[in-house]
């Protein structure tokens, strides 16, 4: 009974310091917000980002404190699974694969030809042989192309695998003492796999067109961790809701068509400045993901230079997770049932 209050008492000592720090970074996240001012930027621009952040900044503290305890669910049961995780990870990508002659050599296939395709389409045909950056420096189309489609690729590739996870391990959801909630991680995991081996072709493709490596060029493991979460955080929100509505990976896939376009992917974001528009397209998280990957590789500026999106991902991607928590742990009681 003593250990029991102990442990009781150790937990709520824990919960208030968690809550704490978590307070504490809101406000000073709060005052750097307040006081960061880009001489550069429009006002009614930066005051806009600012009532942005803080809406969500203050959602996000509310939802913490709110569902604390379900939050915290989710995050254990990830770290006591991490060797389980890893190995079914390595096994699901084996799997893809398995029986094929080239083996694990197809998953890199589709993502090389399709920037062959794109590069052919728009460099040959339509002569579009560069793109002009903001420093007026003309970058090789096809590493522009190349540096936004990889970061889509593992985007795209990861939320389809993610959202159907459940599904194709259905034999697993109705094992009692299996751990679910690491069937979305794996797929996602099992996708990263064909990121890097992309990530590496463009790291070559830049190298061929003259540009040297960087020390920028470390900023890819930071972007490629930060869509790794936002993603994960999506996902669990759909993969539970796939399986009492299927007709979610049909709309997804739709999603995903829409929203390459509407990604500064194949164009650049800068042929928007002064339109209303270009607020919504930086929005869009991937966008930040995409702006990252090129400032990583030929624009060399440092994350934090762009602090408002930043701060506004970040956020963003938090409130992200943690919905997607709850409703993963709100919807998982029915799914061997479902299922």
Same mark, same amino acid.
């Given at each position: !009974? *003593? ?30 917000? &307040?006081? $960061? ?10 005051? /806009? ?34 060797? /389980? ?5 390595? *096994?699901?990508?084996? =799997? ?15 993502? #090389? ?5 794109? &590069? ?8 579009? $042989? ?12 096809? #590493?522009?192309?190349?540096? @936004?489609?990889?970061? &889509? ?6 939320? *389809? ?8 391990? *259905?034999?697993?959801? =109705? ?79 739709? /999603?995903?068509?829409? @929203?390459? &376009?509407?990604?500064?992917? /194949? ?10 528009? !270009? ?10 993901? #995409?702006? @990252? ?6 624009? $060399? ?39």
């Amino acid at each position: !009974m *003593n250990k029991k209050v102990q442990l009781s008492d150790r937990q709520r000592r824990q919960k208030s310091i968690i809550l704490g720090i978590v307070l504490a970074a809101a406000c000073v996240i709060g005052i750097v917000i &307040w006081m $960061h001012n880009n001489p550069l930027d429009d006002p009614g621009t930066v005051r /806009l980002k600012k009532i942005c952040g803080y809406l969500l900044l203050v959602t996000g503290v509310l939802l913490i404190f709110g569902t604390y305890d379900k939050l915290l669910v989710l995050p254990k049961e990830l770290w006591l699974s991490r060797r /389980l995780i890893w190995r079914l990870a390595k *096994n699901d990508f084996r =799997k893809r694969y398995a029986g094929s002659f080239f083996g694990a050599v197809w998953a890199m296939v589709p993502p #090389v030809v399709t920037v062959i395709m794109y &590069w052919i389409v728009f460099d040959k045909i339509f002569g579009q $042989h560069t793109m002009a950056l903001a420093s007026g420096e003309e970058l090789p189309y096809v #590493v522009f192309l190349t540096a @936004g489609l990889v970061p &889509w690729f593992f985007f795209s590739d990861a939320l *389809n695998s993610g959202t159907c996870s459940l599904l194709e391990y *259905n034999y697993l959801v =109705k094992k009692v003492v299996f751990k679910i909630s690491v069937l979305p991680i794996i797929k996602i995991i099992a996708a990263l796999f064909t990121h890097l081996f992309f990530t590496g072709v463009l790291l070559v493709i830049t190298m061929a067109a003259g540009y040297q490596p960087s020390i920028y060029w470390i900023q890819l493991i930071y972007y490629t961790f930060a869509e790794f979460i936002f993603v994960l955080g999506v996902c669990y929100a759909t993969c539970a809701i796939t399986v009492y509505f299927r007709d979610l990976q049909q709309i997804i896939s739709i /999603l995903l068509q829409v @929203g390459m &376009w509407a990604t500064p992917i /194949l164009w650049d974001i800068t042929r928007l400045d002064g339109r209303r528009v !270009m607020i919504l397209v930086k929005m869009n998280p991937m966008t930040y993901i #995409v702006n @990252g990957y090129r400032n990583a590789i030929f624009e $060399h500026q440092w994350f934090w230079f762009h602090f408002y999106s930043s701060t506004y991902f970040w956020i963003l991607t938090v409130l992200v997770f943690c919905i997607g928590s709850l409703i993963f742990k709100k919807l998982k009681v029915g799914f061997a049932d479902v299922l």
